[in-house]
């Protein structure tokens, strides 16, 4: 049963993270609306395009997350009542959901990446 409770501390640091990302994101979408109001120039439509891709892996990220805590715990309560095979598959689960999680964190990274990059095409374009 120690073993699927050590990922409760690594699980809900990434949500932490994941949440963290969500705020920066609206707070950034929320400046980028209002400058797209006032003049809506075409770098900040691709970057309000990049960020609702962003927002939505987010979403899925912090979803996958919830559901790897959910098994973990199954998992815990399934091998407390000595349901071994049931706890092992739960515990095989939630190890998917984060793995999953993970990956969906890694594809986003990369699309922020592309981010920097319709700015860094605008500052070039504007020498």
């Known amino acids: 049963m120690t073993t699927p409770a050590l990922l409760f501390p690594a699980i809900s640091l990434f949500m932490l993270a994941f949440t963290n990302r969500f705020l920066s994101l609206g707070a950034r979408i929320r400046a980028l609306h209002d400058q797209y109001k006032n003049g809506g120039e075409e770098s900040v439509r691709k970057q309000l395009e990049n ?3 962003r927002v939505y892996m987010i979403r899925n990220m912090q979803g996958f ?58 500052m070039e374009k504007r020498q």
């Open 51 to 53: 960020l609702r891709r």
């Open 65 to 122: 997350g919830v559901l790897s805590m959910l098994t973990c715990i199954l998992s815990m309560v399934c091998l407390f009542e000595d349901w071994i095979l049931a706890g092992q598959i739960f515990f095989g689960l939630s190890l998917f959901f984060l793995l999953t999680s993970l990956f969906v964190s890694f594809l986003e990274i990369r699309i922020s990446v592309q981010a920097l990059d319709i700015l860094l095409e605008d």
